[in-house]
């Protein structure tokens, strides 16, 4: 099993999840977050009064998926996420050595 984390643009998440849900994506954790990564963040003004926004805001996006599906999904993410611009985002994908559902006590890839 893998466990694919991904930070994207905020706009891109309802295009993100239909390609997911599409491939049959059953579940996914979505979080607001803020970082910085190449882009370093940027410059606004405010009443005359220039400052920088260091930590931009994003849109974190867990899933976690069969091993042999793991590719599938990472594609449709980085079709689906990308803009060509900087600040596009990061996929980090990682094995899992088990999940357990809480509520009937499976483990493995039927408490997917």
Not at 62 to 83: C, F, G, H, N
Request: no cysteine.
């Amino acid at each position: 099993m893998k466990k694919i984390e991904a930070i994207i643009r905020h706009f891109k998440l309802e295009e993100v999840k239909d390609a997911l849900n599409s491939i049959g994506v059953e579940g996914m954790t979505v979080s607001e977050v803020k970082g910085f990564g190449r882009q370093k963040g940027h410059k606004e003004q405010y009443r005359g009064a220039e400052y920088t926004v260091d930590f931009l805001p994003k849109v974190k996006l867990e899933t976690v998926v069969a091993e042999d599906k793991s590719r599938e999904v990472i594609d449709k993410i980085l079709e689906s996420a990308r803009t060509g611009q900087i600040g596009d985002g990061k996929v980090f994908v990682t094995d899992l050595e088990n999940i357990i559902r809480i509520r009937t006590g499976e483990s493995g890839e039927s408490a997917v």
